[in-house]
C-alpha cells in the first residue's frame, strides 16, 4: 500500500488524444465529474442508483447517466465506454455512510463491499488512471482491512496507489472539510498528490453577494435559493445568535432541553451562525436545517439556502440541479449537496492527472 510499486518497464502509452476520458461511478448529481471537466477532461458516463440524478449529471457534465446498481456493473460495461484513443480514468466515490463515526457504533452495512466492487472493476477494466474520495475514517474501518484489501487489488493489477487526507479549504474549497483522496495510476509512478495552498476561501467571499432572503424565503431569481422555514422560537434563538458564537450566547430561557443536560454540554455548533471571515462547517445532508448544525446565515436570521450550501461546496453559482419549474425538495437537493464530493478538490486530482498525462507523453 502507498508507493511500493516500482515504475513499470512497460512504457505508458502514447495517445494521440491527451484529453483523459472519465467514467465516473456512484456519481450522483455529477460533482466529482464537474471537477475533472473543469479541468480539462472529458466525462463519458455516470453510473448512479438514483435516477433522479441523470437530470443534474448529464445538464453540467454532457456525459451519459446510466440507473444502475454499481454491485451488479460488469467490467466490460465500462470498458466499452473508452475508445482507447484518449488515457481513460474510472472514478468514484463509493457511499460512505458505512464508514461514518456514527454508522460503526450500529450494525454492519453491506454498502462497505462497493469499495472493494470499485477496485476489482478497475483491475478488469484496467483504465490508466483511477480516482476515489471518501471519508477519512475508510482508513480505519474493520482496522484498516477494507482499505488495504482496496489497495492491494489495485497493486496486483499493475497500479501505483497512493492516498493522502485533503484539507478542502487548501484547494479553494470554502469549507472546512476532511476527505480521503486515492489516486492510482497504471504501469507507472505519479509525483506525490497535491497539498494544495495554505489560504482559504470564507463564506464572505463565497456567499456575501447572494441576494438577501428571509427564512422561508425563495429567490425569484434562482429556485435554489430557498431557505427553510423557522418556527417562532428559533427565530428567536437566531436573533440571538452571534457569527461563530454558540447557544450560550442565548438568553437561558430560549435553551433546549437536551442543552442543559451535562450530555448536550460538548455540543456548541448546533443552532449556531457561521462566520463571515471563516471557511464554512463540513456541509452535510442536512445542512439546510438551522437547529442541524453551524448553518446559519452569518448575519441574516435563517439557515443557508440550498445554493449558498451549494456554493459552499465549492458547486459553480449556475450548477442545476433540476429542470426549470420542478419543485425544490429542500430533503432531496440537501442529500445530493451534503453526499457530493467538494468541486475544487476534484478539479486538483483532475489538474493532477491531466499535468502527469503531459508528463508521460513528453
Request: overall charge positive; hydrophobic content about 35%.
Amino acid at each position: 500500500m502507498g508507493d511500493s510499486l516500482v515504475q513499470s518497464e512497460i512504457a505508458p502509452v502514447e495517445y494521440k488524444n491527451t484529453r483523459p476520458e472519465v467514467v465516473d461511478l456512484f456519481c450522483g448529481v455529477g460533482a466529482l465529474s464537474h471537477g475533472l471537466k473543469l479541468a480539462g477532461c472529458d466525462i463519458i458516463a455516470g453510473y448512479d442508483v438514483d435516477r433522479r440524478c441523470k437530470f443534474a449529471f448529464e445538464e453540467n457534465n454532457g456525459g451519459q447517466f446510466y440507473t444502475r446498481d454499481v454491485s451488479k456493473l460488469l467490467a466490460s460495461e465500462i470498458a466499452a465506454h473508452f475508445s482507447g484513443s484518449a488515457p481513460s480514468v474510472l472514478a468514484g466515490c463509493a457511499p460512505c455512510q458505512p464508514f461514518s463515526t456514527y454508522k460503526q457504533r450500529y450494525a454492519e452495512d453491506p454498502q462497505w463491499g462497493l469499495v472493494n466492487k470499485f477496485a476489482e472493476l478497475a483491475a478488469e477494466v484496467k483504465p490508466d488512471y483511477l480516482t476515489m474520495e471518501n471519508v477519512p475514517t475508510l482508513l480505519k474501518y474493520k482496522e484498516g482491512a477494507v482499505f488495504k484489501s482496496f489497495c492491494d487489488t489495485l497493486e496486483n493489477a499493475g497500479y501505483s496507489v497512493q492516498h493522502m487526507i485533503a484539507q478542502c479549504e487548501r484547494f479553494g474549497v470554502p469549507q472546512k472539510r476532511r476527505r480521503l483522496v486515492v489516486l492510482a495510476a497504471r504501469n507507472r509512478k505519479m509525483p506525490s498528490l497535491p497539498k494544495g495552498s495554505n489560504g482559504y476561501r470564507s463564506v464572505r467571499e463565497a456567499i456575501g453577494g447572494l441576494q438577501p432572503i428571509a427564512a422561508g424565503e425563495t429567490s425569484k431569481g434562482d429556485p435554489l435559493h430557498t431557505a427553510s422555514a423557522l418556527s417562532e422560537i428559533n427565530l428567536r434563538r437566531i436573533r440571538h445568535s452571534k457569527p461563530g458564537g454558540t447557544w450560550r450566547d442565548w438568553p437561558v430561557a430560549l435553551r433546549a432541553e437536551c442543552h442543559k443536560r451535562p450530555s448536550g454540554q460538548t455540543y456548541p455548533g448546533v443552532y449556531a451562525r457561521m462566520d463571515w471571515d471563516k471557511p464554512a462547517p463540513t456541509m452535510t445532508t442536512q445542512c439546510y436545517g438551522y437547529g442541524n448544525g453551524r448553518f446559519g446565515h452569518p448575519d441574516q436570521d435563517r439557515a443557508i439556502s440550498l445554493r449558498e450550501a451549494a456554493i459552499l461546496q465549492s458547486f459553480p453559482a449556475e450548477y442545476r440541479f433540476l429542470p426549470p419549474d420542478e419543485k425544490v425538495s429542500m430533503k432531496e437537493v440537501g442529500r445530493w449537496i451534503g453526499n457530493a464530493v467538494p468541486v475544487g478538490l476534484a478539479t486538483a486530482i483532475g489538474q493532477h492527472i491531466i499535468n502527469d498525462i503531459g508528463v508521460a507523453n513528453g
